[in-house]
Structure formats: C-alpha cells, structure tokens
C-alpha cells in the first residue's frame, strides 16, 4: 500500500468553525490532489498541489485553502465550515501528471458540519 | 454538469452473472482510467487505457476505450462478491488533474 496517511479520519464540529485537514505522504511523490467525495457527484477536484509551495484551484475550491510547506505534507483548510462542506475527503498523490498519472488514494476523511 | 456520466448508477446481480458499466463523455480523452472503491477506503486503481479501440483484460474483468476516445466500458464475467464495490472511470483532459465520473456502485448477491 502506497504510504498516505490522513487525518483526523472522522471529525464532527460546527458551522462557522476552522477545519484543518492533514495529508502525509512517504513516497515522495511530487503531485498531492484534495477531493470530495459526494453521492451522485464522484469525485471532485478542490485544489491540488505539483510542488513544495506549488499549489493551484480544482473545481470546487470555494472555501477552502491548501498549503504545502514540505514535499510530504499536504493541508486542507475550511477557514469557516460550512453544512455543505459535510463530506468525505480524499487525500490522493501521483508521481506524474498526465496520461501516465496514477493516484494512490488515503482512506478519507468524513467530516461532519452541523 | 458531469464532464464524465456513469451508468447504471446501481447494479445489485447475482453471483455467476455478466454485467457492463459504461463510462461516457462529449469529452475527448487522452486516457482514462478505471478505479474501485470498497467502503471506508479510497479508490484503488484497476487499468489505464490510452489508445482508441484498446480492449485490456484483468482476470474476469474487460475494460475497452472507445475509438473516439471519449467513451469506455467496463464487462465484468461471472461476477463474484468480491466484486461488490463503487466502479469509478476517471479521464484525462490535459488539464489538471483527471476528472472523475459519478460512479456505478455494483452489489453482487451470493
């Protein structure tokens, strides 16, 4: 198993609050992907990352901030949760982009805003 | 809008059956790739396809792209529990990351 790590990997709390999510890797690779996951939806980009401090916008990145300070550490940042921010998060790396990208997934993060 | 629609969004079969999932885009691809889910885990990669008509098998499991590049299929044979999961196709447009289809979530009864 490819070595990711997230957590925390279930988290409950409010509206209105600050969320930190945490990705770590032992594989080196250079690429980090955050997505959700919601029924109906698949998978769905919010911000990924091709380097140290090298970040750029998925498709869903309102609300969120993405900070990569190490090569082996990725965060995802809620500044202020929302109920439609309730979901599960996917933490996933690759070595490549492109038609030879191949994604190791963590095993999520459900979050929970209430 | 989904760049990447799944269907069916469900499948609940019998052990010993055959079944297809189909992945399709007005979209064209530069590859695309399957992926499987189990509850509680990420997704797990299953194949890559890159060339238009390529057909690549997997044990009981045959994934074609289509010869557009903007369409593929998944047949499972003889379908076993140990199937039972969420079937993701993902597709690689050149820009960023890939994008992921909705997902077929295949239940396979004993």
């Known amino acids: 198993d490819a070595g990711i790590t997230q957590s925390p990997r279930h988290k409950v709390t409010e509206t209105g609050t600050p969320v930190t999510l945490r990705c770590h890797q032992t594989e080196n690779h250079r690429y980090m992907y955050w997505y959700r996951q919601d029924p109906g939806h698949g998978l769905r980009l919010i911000h990924y990352?091709?380097?140290?401090?090298?970040?750029d916008k998925g498709e869903v990145s309102d609300g969120y901030s993405v900070s990569r300070s190490k090569t082996e550490d990725f965060l995802l940042t809620l500044e202020s949760a929302t109920s439609s921010q309730t979901s599960v998060y996917f933490c996933?790396?690759?070595?490549?982009?492109?038609?030879?990208?191949?994604?190791?997934f963590g095993s999520g993060t459900q979050l929970s805003v209430l | 809008t989904q760049l990447l629609e799944q269907s069916p969004q469900f499948l609940s079969i019998q052990e010993g059956e055959n079944l297809t999932v189909y992945c399709n885009s007005s979209s064209v691809f530069s590859s695309l790739q399957w992926y499987r889910q189990e509850p509680g885990e990420g997704p797990v990669l299953l194949v890559t396809?890159?060339?238009?008509?390529e057909v690549k098998k997997l044990k009981r499991l045959t994934f074609q792209f289509g010869d557009a590049r903007k369409d593929s299929s998944l047949h499972i044979t003889a379908a076993q529990t140990g199937d039972t999961g969420l079937y993701l196709c993902?597709?690689?447009?050149?820009?960023?990351?890939?994008?992921f289809g909705s997902g077929t979530r295949l239940q396979v009864q004993p």
């Open positions: 996933a790396i690759s070595e490549h982009l492109g038609s030879n990208e191949k994604l190791f």
């Open positions: 396809v890159v060339t238009g008509g």
């Open positions: 990352s091709y380097g140290v401090k090298d970040t």
């Open positions: 993902a597709g690689d447009t050149g820009r960023r990351a890939l994008t």
